[in-house]
């Protein structure tokens, strides 16, 4: 749906280059959901700016729905824009139209006529829950309503690809779920493909199927959000996933655990089927060591689990040694410093 070959984005800032976007070769499947995750300044915005031609390509390839947009003229990318939505975190409304005018906005600037515009509008507010509101302005909604007129209107020219920059970063927790639900029925019901920025964890957890981690411009880390989460191979990742679930204690809380427990304490990484790290557990005795759970956190992920458990090791150093040797072959284990 969306291919990135070797795709760079500079800017001139003055006499300097600024790298937005660094060398990123990527896939977007039709009909997945995608997110980007990133801190600020990682290159996203810039990202979804090159995927809908707002900003050109310095270099590489960039094909949205089998057309080539880089290297293409404003007019023939006015036309390849009508495929994508676009959603943001300040919803962009125009607060002297009415719902309904705001939703059927696209819909004249495309040249709908009148019936087919009133219906379409109709269709769209009644698919995001919003049927009476549709005389109301948008200072008279909610945050989350606001968000699902942004959606209707997005979607009114049935675009295949909705691109959606921070589009829950201005909402409540509970909010958020609930359009995060909304852009689920969007994906399944529709069948359009998603691609979601953001820089929470939790909107990455509760909605994508995979997941590109960015950092000062590259993909740092990219694949299915289980494997991510339960493994993440970089600093960045690792950060990311330490939001959503307790990860390694370091710092006070390491310090912390061990006033309070004199053995060896380790973190062990638990993923969904791996039950080789239970079988070993289960023989430590024989070893003559014993071990305590002392901490932990576990998530379950597209129906699996994942997290990490400290242990307490309590046993001479040598069947120490040997236990954390034994463990390290079924799982990744760290030793709490
Ligand atoms: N039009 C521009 N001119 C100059 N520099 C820019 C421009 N747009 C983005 N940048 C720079 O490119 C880098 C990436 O910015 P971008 O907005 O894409 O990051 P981001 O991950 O979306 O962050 P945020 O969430 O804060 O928007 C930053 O260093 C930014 O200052």
């Not at 993923?271 to 014993?290: I, P």
């Not at 040694?321 to 799982?331: C, Y």
């Amino acid at each position: 749906m969306v291919e990135l070959k070797n795709v760079t984005k500079e800017f001139k800032v003055g006499k300097n280059l600024v790298t937005a976007v660094n060398d990123v070769s990527l896939t977007i499947n039709r009909g997945e959901i995608f997110a980007i995750i990133g801190y600020s300044g990682a290159g996203k915005s810039t990202l979804v700016r090159l995927i809908n031609g707002l900003e050109e390509t310095t270099s590489g390839n960039l094909i949205v729905d089998g057309f080539e947009v880089s290297g293409k003229r404003e007019s023939q990318l006015r036309e390849a824009r009508t495929n994508i939505g676009m959603i943001f975190q300040q919803f962009n409304l125009m607060n002297s139209r009415t719902v309904a005018a705001n939703v059927e906005f696209p819909l004249k600037v495309a040249g709908w006529d009148k019936a087919k515009r009133k219906a379409r509008v109709a269709e769209m507010l009644q698919f995001v829950g919003l049927a009476d509101k549709a005389k109301n302005y948008p200072d008279q909604l909610s945050g989350g309503q606001k968000q699902r007129v942004g959606i209707a209107r997005a979607l009114a020219t049935s675009p295949t690809l909705l691109l959606a920059d921070e589009s829950t970063s201005a909402l409540d927790p509970e909010t958020t779920q609930e359009v995060l639900e909304l852009l689920k029925r969007v994906n399944n019901e529709l069948g359009i493909t998603i691609v979601v920025i953001t820089h929470e964890m939790d909107v990455v957890s509760s909605i994508a199927d995979r997941v590109a981690v960015m950092e000062k411009g590259r993909v740092v880390e990219l694949g299915n959000v289980y494997d991510v989460f339960s493994a993440p191979q970089t600093a960045t990742a690792q950060r990311f996933v330490a939001t959503t679930v307790k990860t390694s204690p370091t710092g006070e809380e390491a310090n912390d655990l061990k006033q309070r427990h004199k053995g060896y304490l380790i973190n062990v990484e638990i993923t969904e089927g791996n039950d080789r790290l239970g079988q070993v557990l289960s023989r430590l005795n024989e070893r003559r060591v014993r071990f305590n759970i002392v901490q932990g956190g576990l998530e379950t992920l597209q129906g699996k689990t994942y997290g990490t458990l400290t242990l307490e090791l309590i046993g001479d150093i040598i069947n120490i040694d040997a236990v954390v040797a034994e463990l390290q072959t079924v799982t990744r284990v760290q030793v709490v410093r």
